[in-house]
């Protein structure tokens, strides 16, 4: 048995949940949001908490129990409080620009980078400090994961894209000494 699958779900008061089929939906006061449960899994609710629990006990259904479980906790959590990620940019002359839905990032390149937001996700840029959130999980993490990859931090001088909490570990450059 997966110990994160076997813990129920509080569900908080204005979050609504409904299975219809295989699909799942959780509607609450920032949004909905969907996902097709695997054939599997059962969903449970009693009162104000939601249980998640599997047909059979072989290991890739033991993962999938505390998968399914983690993923039906983060849509419960995003519909009713949302979900945020900073970034920051470090180095002299990078910045970035919001217009619209498109933010335009200046990196040391020949060039800025045009970099459109998707769908659920909404940006706040303040200089050098860029916020993101948004209601899905998945979607916001992958967001950041690629603004970041447009400049990633190098390890000689710590310029680039970086996550506000992730330290950059230093190398010492070359010294120029014989």
């Known amino acids: 048995m997966s110990r994160v699958g076997n ?4 569900i908080p008061e204005g979050v609504r949940t409904e ?13 909905e949001l ?11 609710v009693d009162g ?12 890739k259904l033991n993962a999938l129990h505390g ?23 470090v180095g002299i002359g990078y910045r970035a620009e919001l217009s619209g839905r498109t933010a335009t990032f200046h990196l040391g390149y020949s060039h800025p980078i045009h970099f459109q937001l998707p769908d659920g996700i909404d940006a706040k840029i303040e200089k ?20 970041r990859s447009l400049r990633g931090p190098e390890p000689y001088k710590g310029k680039g894209i970086k996550y506000s909490e ?7 450059g070359k010294t120029g000494a014989k």
């Open 19 to 31: 299975l219809r089929g295989e699909l799942l939906v959780i509607t609450g006061p920032r949004g």
């Open 166 to 172: 992730e330290t950059i570990r230093r190398k010492a």
């Open 128 to 147: 050098t400090k860029i916020t993101l959130t948004g209601i899905d999980k998945e979607i916001l993490g992958r967001t950041a994961a690629k603004i």
């Open 48 to 59: 104000e908490h939601l249980s998640v629990l599997i047909d059979g006990g072989n290991n």
């Open 34 to 44: 969907m996902r097709k449960m695997h054939p599997a899994v059962r969903i449970s």
């Open 67 to 89: 998968l399914y479980r983690a993923l039906i906790a983060n849509m419960v959590r995003g519909v009713s409080e949302g979900f945020e990620r900073v970034l920051e940019i």
């Open 7 to 10: 813990k129920p779900i509080r």
